[in-house]
């Protein structure tokens, strides 16, 4: 996909435009927030990563011109500050996603896959399938081939926010803010752990897992 | 010292009121001059007509006799020419009194002494001519009473005024002395604080006045800011120290995978765990500057009406199999709550933080307990308890200390922070955070105060996936 990089930093901009670049995307890096700005507007972007501190013009101020002017592509916030009020700052500025850094490139470019995915104004499907798992998510209902399967809610949001992603990474962070709502590093291993239970129902008792550990990132569903 | 006089309030509020005063006395002595004046010219009117009758009842029938003898015995009466008499005949010619000339016309009039043939330069009359017989009959009287009764009032309100201004401008340099003495001790105390002291205090008088609420506040501000940078202080000197110890351990890591890499030896677990390293030092100034932004207090521009119970559901869910997993028991009970005024992500963090202290630092078998109470439905109290092994009594207050680790070898994970975060949060909610001994355990309560925004009970688990 074609990504948009505003980011004044020589160094983050070479390495992560080096990462995307093996990842088979095309990044346009721009060192300015007034030139971001223009490049955005007569560009078409599948994705746009922002920095918030920049020269030129911030990077708030940048998206916010650019949600003014009518442009809806996906942008994740980059910040060094990782404090919640920037976080809720960028978003409602129209940020769609908000990443700190230090961060890890398998990180952005999980959270890049899953907003450039994400189609404008999505109808939500009433059942989701990978593989013979299945979900209905009026019933609340899970079963895999003939087998039906009894999730707790939580497991049901993990796993709808799992199968809406398939074979995107998701990174723990990025399921702690969707599915608990938790804008905090745990010291304990809550993802692990849960990921780990529901494995327990929707892989064990069957000959092919689904659910796999992506290490050093995250995990993926996929058949 | 005029000059500083001049300066002081006091001093000018003084003058300006005894400008005032003095004024109003100007104004008061004018209208009672008028008003006396006014009453003695109506009296010297009375007397005069009645000298003016009593005089012309005594002219009988072509008598002239006795007319002419009672003006002399008046005339006589008066040497000093206080009242003045003069009687003429049809010929204009002077039958008696003590002057000798006067203004023809009849009735009243005022004259000046010359006009009546009389040396005394200034001296204003008041006279009254009228008919006797074929005669004319002449009284008059000097104004001069009048304008000494006056000058009397006008010389007793100046003497009142000079002495009034007299007494005002010493009392005025008393007050704005001692005023002034009490601004120069804060004006002196701001100046050592400016200098960097930061212990100095303005003494207070205990006078109950502006001056002293004034120093009171200053006081408190200053006590809070030298309170402020204490802890700024102490916290530089902590992060230093404690961000040594974990860099000095990442350049000998960094070394060995130079020194490795030279022998042609692999590399790859020398990188690993210096990217675990930094990843450990970055975790602690993420913590440290989440902290700091918290103590500023500017999270509480984003408080909203919040229920408490779904955050500890949701983080019951969330833990309940981590502890499980650790051959722990988290256990929840939660009465109905009163909304509060706060952070939802902060408040997860904060009883997050103290469930996770709880899985990480008790031994398999313990039992968690989440629990809130609610007295009288306003005040409310959400504690954390387990049965491990407890916090010793003397540590009770330093785990709130940034960076301060119970286990001293440092050995177990954590930064230190967790317990400071869990106070700023719970500071910055009003809240108050105790420890106690659960016997055997550690008892960990965050009381709420109560709070205006609490005007509904809310429903204990409302659904709030956020999914």
Not at chain 1, 156 to 161: A, D, E, K, M, Q
Not at chain 2, 4 to 31: E, N, V
Not at chain 2, 280 to 293: G, K, P, S, W, Y
Request: net charge negative; charged share 20%; glycine share 8%.
């Amino acid at each position: 996909m074609r990504i948009l990089f505003v980011e004044d930093d020589a160094r983050t901009a070479e390495y992560v435009n080096r990462g995307l670049t093996e990842a088979g995307h095309v990044t346009d890096v721009i060192r300015d927030g007034r030139d971001g700005l223009v490049q955005a507007m007569n560009e078409r972007f599948d994705v746009m990563v922002i920095d918030r501190m920049l020269p030129g013009l911030d990077g708030l101020s940048l998206v916010k011109a650019l949600r003014a002017s009518g442009n809806t592509t996906p942008v994740l916030f980059l910040t060094a500050v990782g404090g919640v009020d920037d976080r809720v700052d960028g978003l409602e500025a129209g940020g769609d996603d908000y990443l700190v850094k230090p961060f890890a490139f398998s990180e952005l470019l999980a959270r890049l896959n899953a907003l450039a995915r994400r189609p404008p104004a999505q109808t939500e499907k009433i059942k989701l399938q990978v593989g013979d798992l299945e979900i209905d998510l009026v019933r609340h209902s899970c079963r895999r081939g003939s087998v039906a399967i009894d999730l707790l809610p939580r497991e049901f949001s993990l796993l709808t926010y799992l199968m809406q992603n398939e074979n995107r990474v998701l990174t723990r962070t990025m399921l702690l803010e969707r599915v608990w709502d938790f804008h905090f590093d745990p010291q304990t291993s809550v993802v692990e752990t849960h990921i780990s239970r529901l494995r327990a129902k929707i892989d064990k008792p069957f000959d092919r897992p689904l659910l796999h550990t992506i290490r050093n990132t995250g995990y993926s569903l996929h058949a | 010292m005029l000059k500083a006089l001049y300066r002081s309030t006091p001093f000018r509020l003084m003058a300006l009121l005894s400008m005032a005063f003095l004024a109003f006395l100007g104004l008061a002595g004018f209208i009672a001059f008028g008003l006396i004046r006014a009453e003695l010219d109506a009296r010297l009117t009375q007397q005069l007509e009645q000298t003016f009758s009593i005089i012309a009842q005594s002219y009988g029938e072509n008598d002239l006799t006795d007319l002419v003898d009672l003006v002399r015995s008046n005339a006589a009466a008066n040497p000093a020419l206080e009242r003045v008499f003069l009687l003429r005949g049809p010929a204009s010619e002077v039958l008696g009194g003590n002057i000798t000339t006067a203004p023809t016309a009849t009735g009243w009039s005022v004259t000046t002494a010359a006009q009546l043939g009389l040396t005394a330069d200034d001296e204003m009359y008041r006279i009254y001519s009228g008919a006797v017989g074929g005669n004319t009959l002449v009284v008059g009287a000097s104004f001069d009473e009048t304008e000494a009764v006056g000058s009397i009032v006008l010389n007793s309100l100046g003497m009142a005024g000079v002495l009034f201004v007299i007494l005002v401008v010493i009392a005025g340099i008393l007050i704005a002395t001692r005023g002034q003495r009490r601004m120069d001790r804060i004006a002196n105390t701001m100046a050592l604080v400016g200098r960097g002291e930061l212990a100095a205090r303005i003494p207070v008088q205990r006078n109950r006045d502006d001056l002293d609420d004034l120093s009171t506040q200053i006081n408190h501000a200053l006590e809070r800011l030298a309170g402020l940078v204490e802890g700024m202080r102490q916290v530089s000197v902590d992060i230093a120290h404690d961000l040594k110890t974990p860099l000095n351990r990442l350049s000998f890591t960094v070394q060995n995978a130079i020194e490795s890499e030279e022998a042609g030896q692999s590399v790859a677990t020398l990188l690993q765990q210096a990217q675990e390293e930094t990843r450990q030092i970055n975790m602690t100034f993420e913590a440290l500057l989440r902290i700091a932004q918290i103590e500023s207090g500017a999270r509480r521009a984003r408080f909203k009406d919040l229920a408490v119970a779904p955050i500890l559901q949701t983080l019951f869910e969330a833990y309940a199999d981590v502890a499980e997993e650790n051959g722990q028991t988290l256990t929840i009970a939660v009465e109905p709550l009163p909304d509060i005024h706060g952070d939802k992500d902060l408040l997860t963090q904060l009883f997050a933080n103290l469930i996770e202290n709880a899985i990480r630092h008790c031994p398999p078998g313990t039992t968690i307990a989440m629990s809130a109470d609610a007295t009288n439905g306003q005040v409310f109290e959400v504690s954390v308890r387990d049965n491990g092994s407890g916090i010793p009594d003397a540590e009770r207050d330093k785990v709130f200390q940034r960076l301060y680790r119970l286990d001293k070898s440092r050995s177990t994970p954590g930064h230190g922070l967790g317990l400071s975060l869990v106070k700023a949060i719970a500071e910055l909610h009003g809240a108050t955070i105790m420890l106690a001994d659960n016997r055997p355990g550690l008892c960990v309560r965050v009381k709420f105060p109560q709070t205006n925004a609490a005007t509904t009970q809310s429903n204990q688990f409302t659904d709030r996936n956020p999914a």
